[in-house]
């Protein structure tokens, strides 16, 4: 109950930031995306993990409007950061809860937040989870059509931890594919696991999917990754999430 009411008043107070994860081409060592990830330090607790507040702030009702403020800010600031850029484009990968999705102001909130940031359309792309298509009522459907016809685009996280996978990347309009950090933990220790990430990343080349192998935690994954194919890697071997200070000494400017 304390963390209810401190939810608000964080809210009011702007306590909420965002950490970004660089996601990197395995054979350059480069990176043109980042994930944006939500921090709350709280002013006597400390750190409180998204997982909670977000959960929170989901049975108190407010997850709309911080789902919005974390759009937005994510938005802003990978803007700025284009404008200080040359040769080069960097694109940033935003996490929304379902309910964000599906509150009947999300598209208009979105068009906004691009118009008043001057972000791109191409380069947002929307994280997504399967329990979106859990209460599947067509409305998904046409939601994801209508992002991707701004030119937003749609990544399918945690890919492989949910009901039926494949089912999902049969009848929906996504543009990439998030393989669980679970599997790359499990892959090189099973010929099975490692045969089911490259039978992902095989259909990725087919269907034209963006494909990023989540949670590259050693070397040796990162070899095995990089020898299937992947396109995009991410994980704490290559970046960990990071204050928006260091990632502009990332990218070399202020
Ligand atoms: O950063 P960390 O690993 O603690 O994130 C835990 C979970 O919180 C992840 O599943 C991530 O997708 C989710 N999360 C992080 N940032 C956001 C956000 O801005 N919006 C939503 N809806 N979920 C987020
Ligand atoms: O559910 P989602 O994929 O959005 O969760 C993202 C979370 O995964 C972030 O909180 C981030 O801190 C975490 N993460 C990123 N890279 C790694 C990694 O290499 N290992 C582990 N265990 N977690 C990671
Ligand atoms: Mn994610
Ligand atoms: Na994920």
Known sequence: LALQNDIRQALAEDQFTLHYQPIYDPTTGRFDEVEALAR?????????PPAVFMSIAEEIGVVVELGGRLLELACAQVAAWNAQLDNRELGVSVNVSVSQLRHHGFL???????????????????????????????????????????????????????????????????????????FVLRMLRY???????????????????????EGIETEDQLARIRELGCPRAQGFLLARPMPPERLAELLSID
Not at 120 to 136: G, Y
Request: glycine share 6%; with cysteine.
């Open 191 to 213: 010929d099975r696991t490692l045969a089911i990430v490259r039978a992902i990343i095989d259909l990725g080349r087919t269907l034209s999917l963006q494909i990023t192998a």
């Open 108 to 182: 208009d909130r979105l068009a906004s937040i691009l118009s008043v940031t001057g972000l791109p359309a191409r380069l947002l792309q929307l994280e997504i989870t399967e329990t979106l298509f859990l209460q599947n009522d067509g409305r998904v459907a046409e939601l994801l059509m209508r992002l991707r016809a701004r030119g937003v685009r749609v990544a399918l996280d945690d890919f492989g931890t949910g009901y039926s996978a494949l089912a999902y990347i049969d009848q929906y309009e996504i543009d990439t594919i998030k393989i669980d950090r679970s």
């Open 40 to 48: 709350w330090c709280h002013p006597q607790r400390g750190d409180v």
